[in-house]
């Protein structure tokens, strides 16, 4: 998005202004009235939660070791074709690992990128949004302009450019994604924040002597959340796709750690004859998105129409 | 309106030397960039020859005027792959390469999107609004890479009818265009589709509409034209991540654009090649930026007034 674009001029559905506020608990229970509503929404929360149950549950669901290499049995197709075997369903690849052990694994790797880079950027971003939206003025004028500068960078490439420097690496890829993503979190907090500064609560807060930390932690904070969670959901997706990316180029996450990126790598050169080595994790990848982009066009919906461009 | 430009002028200035001051930032994170530089057998001989040659044996903030220096004249030193070759050269030969790509995505993918999204908010809940639901869905939940290898082996070894990479015929341009423009026609078919159906829930249009207008007439005189900004927004946004060279999808395919750069100098160390690409890639998005802010004033004269 253009910094201050005349794009966002227009009208808005009346009496849907007001964002929930998501802590009361009939707003939980809201929450699952239109969710229920949504078929591709349940479908969404259904295939994230059996990704998230198989990266937890991966030792137990898991039929082999994704490690164990048996170079007899390198290649061997899914279990349904001619020379498939019961033991391996989905296949093996070119060091005879097992492809569904492997995928499995993987779901671990690619949701602990995506949940813990969109928790760091998330804080950074939560906090920049805070000072920048609360005290306004030259604190305003300098995260806004860093937002500016970082948004220069297409994500993917800043990513990279760290990641060069730093060395490749599990850890740094977390890092990295983490640090290169705060700025859309920053910019949106502090829109809201602008909106909230000038309520009566907050006036009210003032008036009785609570401290700026208090009124930013206990009225500001909780009213800027809802659109937060919307970005945090599509970031998800973004990061574990980037993780993917990086590690596919050898530059994201160690080659010893069964990822989905680094199966899509390894099966690159057999594309053509062994189509499951990279057709099974690519499958297990676009569903994740799929899921929680499904999800965050459904949360958008739900908590605020308005921001459907976002 | 003077003002106005020249402020924005200012403000991208900013953030130009804010770009300049992140990349210097980013190669010298580590405390010592000669040590990447350099594959980890050499000497210190060796390094110490090349950190002289580089000027970093100099105070960190006389390193980055000079980097400033050299930038604004376009010079980020020597690449320490091809050596003799300046820097900004070798980003400078692979810009075609990128625009190209940039122009064939853009000239499948819009039309697409503009064309699909309009009729689905047309035709709100028809099979065809249900069809562009799902295309867009799943064109921005394929990994490009992904995508990428599934064309390649169904184009390429499967029908063979598409060379698989490189560059050089127009038909290298096809499989690269398609992978890329996917994720955008997915994204802006959303964008169109979302602005449409506000539009066509205005006041001037039930107007329109009442004053026993066709269908037809309604959509293309009335709503299409209001949805000029949101899609110069659109475009301008497409236009400056394509500049930004895509960088999976030229990997993926060999294309020798700027994006593809970036991940080869990464691999080969060559920093003074990455810093000047980085630096162009981050100039041609916030150009594009201002362009388009700037033809908001003209679109729009509503911005004029702030």
Same mark, same amino acid.
């Given at each position: 998005?253009?910094?201050?674009?005349?794009?966002?001029?227009?009208?808005?559905?009346?009496?849907?202004?007001?964002?929930?506020?998501?802590?009361? *608990?009939?707003?939980? *229970? *809201?929450?699952?009235?239109?969710?229920?509503?949504?078929?591709?929404?349940? $479908?969404?929360?259904?295939?994230?939660? $059996? $990704? $998230?149950?198989?990266?937890?549950?991966?030792?137990?669901?898991?039929?082999?070791?994704?490690?164990?290499?048996?170079?007899?049995? *390198?290649?061997?197709?899914p279990a349904w074709l001619d020379g498939g075997s019961r033991a391996h369903l989905l296949g093996t690849d070119h060091l005879g690992r097992d492809i569904l052990s492997r995928t499995i694994y993987g779901s671990r790797i690619s949701l602990a990128v995506g949940f813990s880079a969109v928790i760091i950027s998330g804080l950074l971003g939560i906090a920049a949004g805070l000072v920048a939206g609360f005290y306004g003025r030259g604190y305003e004028a300098t995260i806004m302009r860093l937002v500016d500068i970082q948004l220069a960078f297409p994500f993917i490439l800043l990513a990279l450019a760290i990641i060069g420097v730093l060395g490749p690496g599990l850890r740094n890829v977390i890092l990295v994604l983490g640090v290169a993503g705060w700025m859309v979190y920053a910019r949106v907090v502090r829109g809201q924040v602008l909106s909230v500064r000038e309520r009566e609560f907050v006036e009210a807060a003032r008036a009785i002597g609570a401290s700026d930390f208090r009124i930013i932690r206990r009225h500001v904070l909780p009213n800027t959340l809802a659109p937060v969670i919307i970005v945090a959901t599509f970031a998800v997706a973004t990061c574990i796709i980037t993780e993917a990316s990086l590690t596919f180029f050898g530059l994201g996450v160690e080659a010893t750690i069964p990822t989905w990126g680094s199966m899509l790598s390894d099966g690159r050169a057999y594309m053509g004859t062994a189509w499951w080595l990279t057709t099974f994790p690519g499958l297990a990848m676009m569903l994740t998105v799929l899921a929680l982009n499904v999800i965050g066009d459904w949360l958008r919906e739900f908590i605020d129409p308005r921001m459907r461009n976002l | 309106m003077l003002r106005y430009i020249l402020a924005r002028f200012l403000q991208s200035t900013v953030v130009i030397l804010g770009v300049l001051l992140l990349v210097f930032f980013?190669?010298?994170?580590? =405390?010592?960039?000669?040590?990447?530089? &350099?594959?980890?057998?050499?000497?210190?001989?060796?390094?110490?020859?090349?950190?002289?040659?580089? =000027? &970093?044996?100099?105070? &960190?903030?006389?390193?980055?005027?000079?980097?400033?220096? =050299?930038?604004?004249?376009?010079?980020?030193?020597?690449?320490?792959?091809?050596?003799?070759?300046?820097?900004l050269k070798q980003v400078i030969q692979r810009f075609p390469a990128t625009l190209t790509l940039a122009a064939v995505t853009l000239a499948w993918s819009l039309p697409a999107a503009l064309l699909l999204g309009t009729i689905a908010a047309v035709r709100h809940n028809s099979i065809i609004d249900n069809l562009a639901t799902v295309l867009a869905l799943l064109g921005q939940s394929l990994p490009s890479f992904w995508l990428g290898l599934i064309l390649i082996l169904v184009f390429a070894e499967q029908w063979n009818i598409l060379p698989s990479s490189g560059y050089g015929g127009p038909w290298h341009v096809l499989l690269p265009a398609l992978t890329l423009g996917a994720?955008?026609?997915?994204?802006?078919?959303?964008?169109?589709?979302?602005?449409?159906?506000?539009? &066509?829930?205005?006041?001037?249009?039930?107007?329109?509409?009442?004053?026993?207008?066709?269908?037809?007439?309604?959509?293309?005189?009335?709503?299409?034209?209001?949805?000029?900004?949101?899609v110069v927004t659109m475009i301008g946004l497409d236009i400056g991540q394509l500049l930004g060279g895509a960088v999976v999808t030229e990997t993926v395919f060999a294309w020798p654009g700027i994006g593809r750069l970036a991940i080869d100098s990464i691999l080969h160390r060559d920093f003074p090649v990455l810093e000047a690409d980085v630096f162009f890639i981050a100039l041609a998005f916030v150009g594009i930026n201002l362009i388009v802010d700037l033809l908001y004033t003209w679109l729009d004269p509503r911005v004029r007034v702030r």
């Open positions: 998005m253009p910094t201050d674009g005349g794009a966002t001029t227009r009208a808005s559905n009346p009496g849907e202004t007001e964002t929930p506020n998501l802590r009361g *608990r009939s707003e939980w *229970r *809201r929450a699952l009235r239109s969710l229920a509503k949504s078929r591709t929404a349940v $479908v969404g929360v259904f295939v994230l939660s $059996v $990704v $998230v149950v198989v990266a937890v549950a991966a030792a137990w669901i898991a039929p082999h070791n994704p490690n164990e290499q048996v170079l007899e049995r *390198r290649l061997l197709p | 980013i190669v010298n994170l580590t =405390g010592d960039p000669v040590r990447i530089m &350099l594959p980890p057998e050499a000497n210190q001989e060796d390094v110490e020859r090349l950190r002289v040659q580089m =000027g &970093l044996d100099r105070p &960190l903030p006389v390193q980055f005027v000079r980097f400033i220096a =050299g930038a604004v004249r376009g010079d980020f030193g020597e690449s320490l792959r091809y050596r003799g070759q300046p820097a994720f955008f026609m997915a994204r802006n078919t959303r964008l169109v589709r979302s602005g449409m159906r506000e539009v &066509l829930e205005q006041d001037y249009i039930r107007t329109a509409r009442a004053k026993g207008l066709a269908e037809r007439i309604v959509v293309v005189r009335h709503a299409i034209k209001n949805m000029a900004i949101p």
